[in-house]
C-alpha cells in the first residue's frame, strides 16, 4: 500500500460498516449522541443519588467502595460429597458466597430411583433426595457465616425446609440464616420449563415461604425474581427486563392479595438478571430496572419504606453466548460482560467458567471464573466510583428506551389480564421463540458476528479437558437413598404426609408442615408426589 | 399428478431437561425448508417418544440434549424402536454431545451430533441427505 492509499482509506467518510446499527433488543442505535437526546431529562427525578429513589444510580449510596459484590460462583454436580468439596475449594480461593446448582431430579422433585431420573442423576446439578445430602453438602461450612443462594424453584420449599434443620443441627436458628431461594415459578412456565404443579397453587406455595420468612428467617431473600433463563431461553434484552419485572409486580399483588403488607415483605424480593454480549445494553437494563421497580413500588403497589423500593440483583454472564469453538475466547466475552454487570450496579456475580458450552466446569475452569471478578475488583478501578457511566447522553438515551419499550410490554400483558393468563395463552413463550429465531437468522445470514462461529474461524480439534461425571454417582446416590429409607421412621413419616396433604387441601400456611416432614428424612420425591395428588400437574402446549 | 410427500420429522427433548430453545429454533428451520415438523415438547421419557414414532410416521427424528444423559437415553430409544420393528426412521441426536460419546452411540444407530454453533442449514441438509427411505 502506498503512503497516498493509505490515507485514502483513513480519510472519515460517510459511508459507515452497516446501513443500520441495531443492539440485541433491535434498538436503532444513532451514529452520535447530543444534550438532545436527553433533553427532559431531569437529574433529581430520574437518577438522583445512588442509594435513594428511584435508584437508577445504584442500590446502595457508597457501593462498591463499601465492599465489593458478592462473588458467588454457581456450583453442584455428582454427589453432595463431591460438591461439599469443591465449595470448600472455591472458599479456599476467595470465593464470598455459595450458589448450589441442583440435579435435575431435585429440581423436579422425583427420587433418583425414579425411572424418569435414568441418565440425569448428578449430571447437571448435585444430587440431593432427603436431608441427609443437605447435611453433606455443608459439612464443615458454617452456615451461620456464609450465605447461600439455591436455584431452586417448584420444590423450593422444601429445600429451604432442609437448609433450615441442616442449620439447626449446627446449632444456628433460623433467624440467623443469610441467602436465596430462586423460588421463581413464574419464569419456569415461561422459559426453563422445571415446573411441578399448576400456576395457582405454585402461587400458593411461594406466598407460603414469603409468609414464613418474613415471620421465622428474615435476613432470607424469599424469591430471586430471575430474567436469566428468559434470556437464555432466547429473548431480547428489552424483553428479559420487561417479563422479570411484570413476573415481580405478580409476586408482590398475590402477596397483598394475602394480606401482607408491602413493607413487611418486599425488603425481600430479589433480581437475578443475565449479562449478554452488548455492553452498554446490559448496563442500561440494569439502570432501568432499578428505577422502573421503584417507581412501581412507591406510586402503584404504595410502598412505604425505601427499602421495599430498593431492586437488588445477582448477575450471571450469559451461558448462551459462550461458544464450543475456541472455548478459551469465552474467557474475554465473560470478562465484557461481567463488566457491564458491575458498571450497572449487581449486588453479586458469577461469571460463568470458559469450558461450559461443552460441559460442567472443571476446577481449573471455575478458578479463572472466579478470578475474573477478582481482577475487575481489585485491579480495573471501575469499583471506585458510583455508576461511572451516568450522564453519558448514550447511556442515559438507552436508560430512557429501555424503561419505555419495558412499559409497553407491560400494557400488553395488563391487556391480557396479567402474567398468569398471559402465560396461559403462550404470550411470552411466543414473543420469546421468535427472538430467538430471529437471532439465530442474523448469525446464519453474518448480520450479527460471533467470532470463531460465523467468522474468523479456524479448524481446530477440542483439547479442553472435559468434567465427566461418573455413571457410578447415580447407583451410590440410589444406595444411600434405600439405607435412608431402611432406618428411618417410616410410620412417622407416614403421618407426616398425610398431615401435610390435608393441610395442602384448606389454605394454612405449609411451611411448617413441611419441615416436620424434612426433619424425619422424608425424600423430596415423597413430599412432592403428596402435594402432586392435591394440587395435580401442569401440562403446556409446547409452541415454536 | 402426485404431488410429491413432505419430509416428516419429529423433533423431541428427551429426559429431565427443560432447555429447548435449540428444539424450538431448529423446528421452525425444518419447517421454514419445507417439511412438517411435529415438536413433542420437553419431558419426554423413550416409551413417550417411541408412542409418538408409531403414531406419526416421520421419517426422521432429531432429538436435542444438553444433560448429559445422552448415553442412558439414545440407546434405550433406538432399542425400542428395534423392539416395535421400526428401522427406516434417521434418528439424530444434537447438544453437548462430548466427541469421546460418539462412537458409543453410533454403535448403536445414532447419527448427526450437531453441536453449538452449528448453521441451521447444516442440519436441514443433513436430513435431507440422511433418510432412510
Redesign the interface.
Known amino acids: 500500500m502506498t503512503e497516498i492509499d493509505e490515507q485514502k482509506t483513513l480519510r472519515p467518510t460517510k459511508k459507515e460498516r452497516k446501513e443500520k446499527f441495531k443492539n440485541l433488543s433491535g434498538i436503532e442505535i444513532k451514529r452520535l449522541y447530543t444534550p438532545d437526546d436527553i433533553k427532559d431529562f431531569n437529574y433529581v427525578m430520574d437518577l438522583g443519588e445512588s442509594g435513594k429513589f428511584p435508584f437508577t444510580r445504584g442500590a446502595y449510596p457508597n457501593m462498591y467502595r463499601g465492599r465489593f459484590w458478592t462473588m458467588r460462583q454457581f456450583a453442584g454436580f455428582g454427589t453432595a460429597d463431591q460438591t461439599n468439596q469443591r465449595y470448600k475449594f472455591l472458599l479456599e480461593h476467595g470465593q464470598t458466597g455459595l450458589s448450589v446448582a441442583f440435579s435435575l431430579h431435585t429440581i423436579y422433585g422425583i427420587e433418583a430411583i425414579d425411572e424418569k431420573a435414568l441418565g440425569e442423576v448428578g449430571k447437571e446439578g448435585v444430587s440431593i433426595d432427603t436431608l441427609k445430602d443437605m447435611e453433606t453438602l455443608f459439612d464443615g461450612i458454617d452456615l451461620s457465616k456464609i450465605s447461600t443462594s439455591m436455584t431452586i424453584n417448584a420444590p423450593a420449599s422444601i429445600l429451604l425446609a432442609m437448609y433450615i434443620v441442616t442449620a439447626e443441627k449446627q446449632g444456628h436458628t433460623p433467624d440467623q440464616l443469610r441467602g436465596t431461594i430462586q423460588n421463581d415459578i413464574l419464569k419456569e412456565y415461561i422459559a426453563q420449563k422445571s415446573w411441578i404443579f399448576p400456576p395457582e397453587p405454585s402461587m400458593r406455595l411461594i406466598i407460603d415461604t414469603i409468609e414464613y420468612c418474613t415471620k421465622f428467617v428474615p435476613q432470607w431473600y424469599t424469591i430471586s425474581i430471575s430474567g436469566y433463563h428468559i434470556r437464555e431461553a432466547g429473548s431480547t434484552t428489552v424483553q428479559e427486563l420487561a417479563f422479570t419485572l411484570a413476573d415481580g409486580f405478580g409476586y408482590v399483588e398475590a402477596a397483598l392479595e394475602r394480606g401482607l403488607d408491602i413493607d413487611d415483605f418486599a425488603p425481600r424480593l430479589s433480581f437475578f438478571f443475565n449479562s449478554h454480549n452488548n455492553f452498554f445494553e446490559e448496563v442500561c437494563k440494569y439502570r432501568a430496572a432499578r428505577r422502573i421497580w421503584a417507581k412501581r413500588m412507591k406510586n402503584k403497589y404504595g410502598a412505604k419504606e425505601l427499602e421495599s423500593m430498593r431492586l437488588r440483583f445477582h448477575t450471571q454472564t450469559a451461558g448462551v453466548s459462550l461458544t464450543a469453538q475456541e472455548p478459551e475466547n469465552n474467557i474475554v466475552r465473560v470478562t465484557l460482560q461481567a463488566l457491564a454487570a458491575v458498571l450497572g450496579g449487581t449486588q453479586s456475580l458469577h461469571t460463568n467458567s470458559f469450558d461450559e458450552a461443552l460441559c460442567l466446569p472443571t476446577e481449573k475452569a471455575a478458578k479463572i471464573g472466579l478470578r475474573t471478578q477478582q481482577i475487575i475488583a481489585n485491579e480495573s478501578g471501575v469499583a471506585d466510583t458510583v455508576d461511572p457511566l451516568a450522564g453519558s447522553y448514550y447511556v442515559e438515551w438507552l436508560t430512557n428506551k429501555m424503561e419505555a419499550e419495558a412499559e409497553a410490554y407491560f400494557e400488553r400483558i395488563d391487556e391480557l389480564g396479567g402474567v398468569i393468563p398471559a402465560i396461559k395463552a403462550n404470550f411470552f413463550q411466543k414473543e420469546i421463540a421468535n427472538a430467538s429465531y430471529k437471532y439465530q437468522q442474523e448469525i446464519e445470514n453474518r448480520e450479527r458476528i460471533i467470532v470463531g462461529v460465523n467468522d474468523l474461524q479456524v479448524r481446530e480439534p477440542c483439547t479442553t479437558p472435559l468434567l465427566k461425571i461418573d455413571e457410578k454417582v447415580a447407583e451410590e446416590q440410589i444406595e444411600k437413598l434405600l439405607k435412608i429409607k431402611a432406618e428411618r421412621n417410616n410410620e412417622k413419616i407416614e403421618e407426616n404426609l398425610n398431615r401435610l396433604k390435608e393441610t395442602a387441601k384448606g389454605s394454612e400456611n405449609l411451611m411448617p408442615y413441611i419441615i416436620d416432614a424434612v426433619r424425619e428424612y422424608a425424600s423430596i420425591g415423597e413430599i412432592i408426589s403428596a402435594l402432586k395428588d392435591v394440587f395435580g400437574t401442569y401440562h403446556e402446549d409446547s409452541v415454536f | 399428478m402426485v404431488e410429491k410427500r413432505k419430509i416428516k420429522v419429529l423433533v423431541c427433548k428427551p ?7 435449540g ?3 431448529l ?3 425444518l419447517r421454514d425448508a419445507g417439511m412438517e ?1 411435529i ?5 419426554q ?1 423413550p416409551e413417550d417418544i417411541v408412542n409418538t414414532v408409531i403414531q406419526e410416521d416421520p421419517d426422521a427424528v432429531m432429538l436435542s440434549m444438553l ?7 439414545c440407546p ?1 430409544i433406538m432399542e425400542k424402536l428395534k423392539e416395535q420393528g421400526i428401522d427406516d426412521v434417521l434418528v439424530a441426536v444434537g447438544g ?1 454431545i ?2 469421546e460419546d460418539k462412537p458409543f452411540l453410533e454403535k448403536h444407530g445414532l447419527k448427526g451430533f450437531h ?3 452449528t ?3 447444516t442440519i436441514v441438509e443433513f436430513v435431507k441427505n440422511n433418510l432412510k427411505r
Do not use: F, M, Q, W
Not at chain 2, 39 to 43: C, F, K, N, S, V
Not at chain 2, 67 to 73: I, V
Open positions: 429426559g429431565l431437561n427443560g432447555h429447548d430453545r428444539a424450538k429454533v423446528a421452525r428451520a415438523v415438536y413433542t415438547g420437553i419431558h421419557t444433560s448429559g444423559a445422552h448415553n442412558a437415553l434405550l453437548i462430548p466427541d453441536g453449538p454453533g448453521e441451521l442449514k
